[in-house]
Nanobody
C-alpha cells in the first residue's frame, strides 16, 4: 500500500488549501482514511478521519473550517481547509487504517502566514 499526498503550500491567514491523498495497492473502500498533522517537537495529532461509509470525525480545532471527503472509486481522500490560521502550520500526513494496521504517506507541508 502506498499513499501519495499533494496540495500543501504557503497561504496567508484566512486563505484556503485543498489536500489530496491517493492510495494505491491492495486496499478496500471500507478502510478509514484520514489526515494527521505534526509540528516540530510535538506528537502527530488527528485532524480528521472518514470511514468507508463516509462518516467524518474532526479535531475540535478544525471543526467548522475543514472538510474531509473521499472518492472510493479513486481511492482518494481530500481535506478542504478554509479560514486557515497560523496555528494550522504543520506537516500533514495522510493515513489509511485497517483495524490495528496503519499506512502513512510522506507528508505535505502546510504553512500559514499571519
Amino acid at each position: 500500500v502506498q499513499l501519495q499526498a499533494s496540495g500543501g503550500g504557503l497561504v496567508q491567514a484566512g486563505g484556503s488549501l485543498r489536500l489530496s491523498c491517493a492510495a494505491s495497492g491492495k486496499i478496500f473502500s471500507s478502510w478509514t482514511m484520514g489526515w494527521y498533522r505534526q509540528v516540530p517537537g510535538k506528537q502527530r495529532g488527528l485532524v480528521a478521519t472518514i470511514t468507508g461509509g463516509g462518516n467524518p470525525i474532526y479535531a475540535d480545532s478544525v471543526k467548522g473550517r475543514f472538510t474531509i471527503s473521499r472518492d472510493n472509486a479513486k481511492n482518494t481522500v481530500y481535506l478542504q481547509m478554509n479560514s486557515l490560521k497560523p496555528e494550522d502550520t504543520a506537516v500533514y500526513y495522510c493515513n489509511l487504517a485497517s483495524g490495528p494496521v496503519n499506512y502513512w504517506g510522506k507528508g505535505t507541508q502546510v504553512t500559514v502566514s499571519s
